[in-house]
């Protein structure tokens, strides 16, 4: 059978690079491109770490460097107390021997997306800033793309600044959201789900263990490490694995429930909510439903899919 071609639009980062290996241990999947963006640290660094996780993981594919700052918004602010200064916690990579795409990251995703002929699984798990200009660039885009899931939003946020209405990817770029939105259907796992996801310590173990001391594993048993003691000991957010979780609901249905509302993005700056994704859960915008919103987690089933993954990168 032949492969699902998936683009992993990423801003490494700790939880992406667990969801960048997730969806490289999985059979079905052939990740044809990594486009890291500005987000949880500034992107010549999400660039580095795109180029090391792809030699790190042995995955054959593009890497189309992104958007450095969002469209508009000034780059605020990045997330280096949850993901460290390297973007991706104690992992230590090594140079990397291959350099970038020729073609910028909406050019690598656009081409790759033709070449997919509707088949292309899009993820998108950092701020949307790549995936807004290459719609403004293609607008022929969607037709393309058979499915795109984000992490990013949700019915809750993780940004205190905003009483916690919005999330980090939307708030970081919440005009390059409002225009995804508008232009694509959105498979959107927000923190609301994501919350539900959370890995205890016990758990984190369990996975260190299934990775033993293959050299190959290391990055994996490294972030777990990592996430293991930054969250414990630290109180950051590492023990939730948000964009492994936008990955696993992709590979196994029932990892995660999707339920249809109509969401826009505020992305005003002189409101309190700016990069609110507002969900009509009550369903009286009137308007038709353009969102499949994460609602529920079966946190066992995912954390069963991390443990394989483990055991996947063990056993190679
Ligand atoms: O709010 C969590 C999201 O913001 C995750 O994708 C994390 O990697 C950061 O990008
Ligand atoms: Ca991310």
């Not at 885009?141 to 009483?163: A, D, S």
């Not at 260190?208 to 990592?226: H, M």
Request: with cysteine.
């Amino acid at each position: 059978m032949s492969k699902i071609p998936v683009i992993i639009d990423c801003d490494p980062g700790v939880d992406d690079s667990y969801a960048i290996a997730l969806a490289n241990s999985w059979p079905e999947y052939d990740i044809v491109a990594i486009t890291p963006v500005e987000g949880n640290v500034p992107a010549a660094v999400t660039r580095k770490n795109a180029l090391c996780l792809r030699e790190m993981l042995d995955i054959d594919c593009r890497v189309g460097f992104g958007a450095e700052t969002p469209l508009v918004k000034p780059y605020a602010r990045d997330a280096a107390g949850t993901h460290g200064v390297s973007g991706v916690g104690s992992v230590v990579f090594p140079d990397p021997r291959l350099g970038p795409d020729e073609k910028p990251a909406w050019e690598v995703i656009y081409e790759e997306a033709v070449k997919a002929d509707g088949k292309l699984l899009l993820f998108a798990v950092g701020p949307l800033t790549n995936i807004a200009t290459a719609l403004r660039l293609h607008p022929d885009l969607p037709k393309y793309i058979n499915k795109f899931c984000i992490m990013g939003g949700g019915t809750v946020g993780n940004i205190r600044e905003t009483n916690r209405t919005a999330e980090f990817n939307i708030w970081v770029d919440p005009l390059a959201a409002k225009e995804v939105f508008e232009k694509l259907e959105v498979y959107m796992v927000g923190c609301n789900a994501c919350y539900l996801s959370e890995i205890k310590g016990s758990e984190f173990d369990e996975m260190i263990a299934l990775c033993g001391d293959n050299p190959k594993a290391y990055l994996v048993r490294e972030l777990s490490v990592f996430s293991k003691k930054n969250s414990l000991e630290n109180g950051h957010d590492n023990n939730i694995i948000y964009d492994a979780l936008a990955v696993a609901s992709m590979i196994d249905p029932e990892v995660v429930k999707y339920e249809d509302y109509y969401v826009y993005v505020e992305d005003r700056n002189d409101v309190i909510n700016e990069g609110q994704t507002v969900v009509d859960l009550d369903r009286t915008s009137g308007k038709e439903p353009n969102c499949h919103v994460a609602m529920g987690v079966d946190k066992e089933r995912f954390v069963a899919m991390l443990k394989d993954m483990c055991r996947f990168y063990a056993a190679k």
